[in-house]
Nanobody, 126 residues
Framework: QLQLVESGGGLVQPGGSLRLSCAAS????????IGWFRQAPGKEREGVSC????????NYADFVKGRFTISRDNAKNTVSLQMNSLKPEDTADYYC???????????????????WGQGTQVTVSS
């Protein structure tokens, strides 16, 4: 069973930064594209960003472009999401997910991702 564990969430003021990490247990992340999704209370889960197996291809939702950066370190078996200039509307539970087909479409599709972490909470508030 593939296991993904997110970390790095917390409370931050508007304009602040957080760095989320997605670590794998029991498998090697470099066989998978990795996506980040988020879900705010009462809203549907939405795609945030993805990165291909090699790290050579990334995609971002329009609402995070220029503020968030996804990266991966296959040697450390982790994928990170650097979030800058955070806004209250970024408040959500953030999830990472793995896609063995390495699709990483420009518009993230939850159905492309077969393994999910439990999420980490991000709250942006003054």
């Amino acid at each position: 069973q593939l296991q993904l564990v997110e970390s790095g969430g917390g409370l931050v003021q508007p304009g602040g930064s957080l760095r989320l990490s997605c670590a794998a247990s029991g498998f090697t992340l470099d066989y998978y594209a990795i996506g980040w999704f988020r879900q705010a209370p009462g809203k549907e889960r939405e795609g945030v960003s993805c990165i291909s197996r090699s790290g050579g291809r990334t995609n971002y939702a329009d609402f995070v472009k220029g503020r968030f950066t996804i990266s991966r370190d296959n040697a450390k078996n982790t994928v990170s999401l650097q979030m800058n200039s955070l806004k209250p509307e970024d408040t959500a539970d953030y999830y990472c997910a793995a896609d063995y087909r390495d699709l990483c479409r420009p518009f993230l599709v939850t159905a492309d991702f077969g393994s999910w972490g439990q999420g980490t909470q991000v709250t942006v508030s003054s």
